[in-house]
């Protein structure tokens, strides 16, 4: 199987997603090439075929034009799968590509498996096995679920790319800031974060009592901020802040992969759940079954 890899580039920068992609395909056990709308100057250590197409020419990002470019790509390698990383670049460009090969689309894999290809299903809470019924198909894996491990290494043999085509309806005009945040998670050394298992709005502050005990800040899963629990400001995950304390506590969180890809570095995990099943307890150094609501006040009484 010959896999064609999708690299992001965003102002000037090549993203870590890279490598992501990267350890999908040693997963798939797959021949990789890669295809990158980018510059000289930032390319993936990578010992392999890269598809190169200059990013001051074809622009950051335009759908019309870049899906040319990754289709050539595509052809040339003669891949019998295109990956994407399933970021706001890889949801929208995606589509593009398949419905252009005729290929069948499988989005948001977390695993691989002998029949296919894992998917979250049920709000996170199960997975499900797919597999497209095309001979050839697009991929997009979900942001995270896919470790890196060690430092990349290598040099890309490049393929320069050119398409004639450079007609668009759409045009990029940039990069529009993030609405700024009441607290910046990204520079907590400690994150004590409120699940759905506290059971309601009205419980949240026994959590946050925890994180003031503890010297850090509040955080919170995506359910409990559609809730109206707490403010988006808090959310950790892959729709919310990528963060990297000293110390995280997980508080009646089951540990959906797009949590789970926002907090995964933390140097020390401690997770509390009532389900000893629970997927958080795959990546804690700790974990507590138990109660939340009536362990983490005993918890707090004591370290004050």
Same mark, same amino acid.
């Given at each position: 199987?010959?896999?064609?890899?999708?690299?992001?580039?965003?102002?000037?920068?090549?993203?870590?997603?890279?490598?992501?992609?990267?350890?999908?395909?040693?997963?798939?056990?797959?021949?990789?090439?890669?295809?990158?709308?980018?510059?000289?100057?930032?390319?993936?250590?990578?010992?392999?075929?890269?598809?190169?197409?200059?990013?001051?020419?074809?622009?950051?990002?335009?759908?019309?034009?870049?899906?040319?470019?990754?289709?050539?790509?595509?052809?040339?390698?003669?891949?019998?799968?295109?990956?994407?990383?399933?970021?706001?670049?890889?949801?929208?460009?995606?589509?593009?590509?398949?419905?252009?090969?005729?290929?069948?689309?499988?989005?948001?894999?977390?695993?691989?498996?002998?029949?296919?290809?894992?998917?979250?299903?049920?709000?996170?809470?199960?997975?499900?096995?797919?597999?497209?019924?095309?001979?050839? %198909?697009?991929?997009?894996?979900?942001? !995270?679920?896919? +470790?890196?491990?060690?430092?990349? /290494?290598? #040099?890309?043999? @490049? =393929?320069?790319?050119?398409?004639?085509?450079?007609?668009?309806?759409?045009?990029?005009?940039?990069?529009?800031?993030?609405?700024?945040?009441?607290?910046?998670?990204?520079?907590?050394?400690?994150?004590?974060?409120?699940?759905?298992?506290?059971?309601?709005?009205?419980?949240?502050?026994?959590?946050? %009592?925890?994180?003031?005990?503890?010297? !850090?800040?509040? +955080?919170?899963?995506?359910?409990? /901020?559609? #809730?109206?629990? @707490? =403010?988006?400001?808090?959310?950790?995950?892959?729709?919310?802040?990528?963060?990297?304390?000293?110390?995280?506590?997980?508080?009646?969180?089951?540990?959906?992969?797009?949590?789970?890809?926002?907090?995964?570095?933390?140097?020390?995990?401690?997770?509390?759940?009532?389900?000893?099943?629970?997927?958080?307890?795959?990546?804690?150094?700790?974990?507590?079954?138990?109660?939340?609501?009536?362990?983490?006040?005993?918890?707090?009484?004591?370290?004050?």
């Amino acid at each position: 199987m010959k896999a064609l890899l999708v690299c992001e580039y965003r102002e000037g920068k090549l993203l870590d997603s890279t490598y992501e992609l990267l350890a999908f395909a040693e997963r798939l056990g797959a021949e990789r090439a890669m295809v990158l709308i980018g510059s000289d100057s930032a390319l993936p250590a990578f010992d392999g075929t890269l598809y190169l197409a200059d990013a001051a020419k074809y622009g950051e990002y335009n759908p019309d034009v870049h899906k040319r470019i990754v289709l050539d790509a595509a052809q040339r390698e003669n891949a019998d799968c295109v990956v994407f990383v399933h970021s706001s670049y890889g949801w929208d460009l995606a589509p593009r590509v398949a419905a252009a090969l005729r290929a069948g689309q499988v989005s948001e894999i977390v695993g691989v498996t002998d029949g296919g290809f894992e998917v979250g299903c049920c709000n996170a809470k199960m997975r499900r096995t797919v597999a497209q019924k095309t001979a050839k %198909a697009v991929l997009t894996i979900q942001a !995270g679920a896919f +470790g890196v491990t060690g430092t990349p /290494v290598g #040099a890309p043999r @490049v =393929e320069r790319l050119d398409v004639a085509d450079t007609s668009s309806a759409v045009e990029f005009m940039g990069y529009e800031p993030a609405e700024k945040k009441d607290v910046d998670l990204t520079r907590a050394e400690v994150i004590v974060s409120a699940g759905r298992g506290v059971g309601k709005k009205e419980n949240v502050p026994v959590i946050e %009592a925890l994180a003031k005990a503890l010297g !850090g800040e509040l +955080g919170a899963s995506r359910p409990v /901020v559609d #809730a109206g629990w @707490v =403010e988006h400001s808090h959310q950790v995950g892959t729709t919310g802040q990528s963060v990297s304390p000293r110390l995280y506590v997980a508080c009646g969180i089951s540990g959906a992969i797009q949590h789970l890809a926002g907090m995964k570095k933390s140097d020390f995990i401690v997770a509390i759940n009532k389900d000893k099943d629970a997927p958080i307890g795959e990546v804690a150094d700790v974990l507590v079954v138990a109660d939340v609501m009536q362990f983490v006040p005993a918890f707090t009484a004591k370290l004050q």
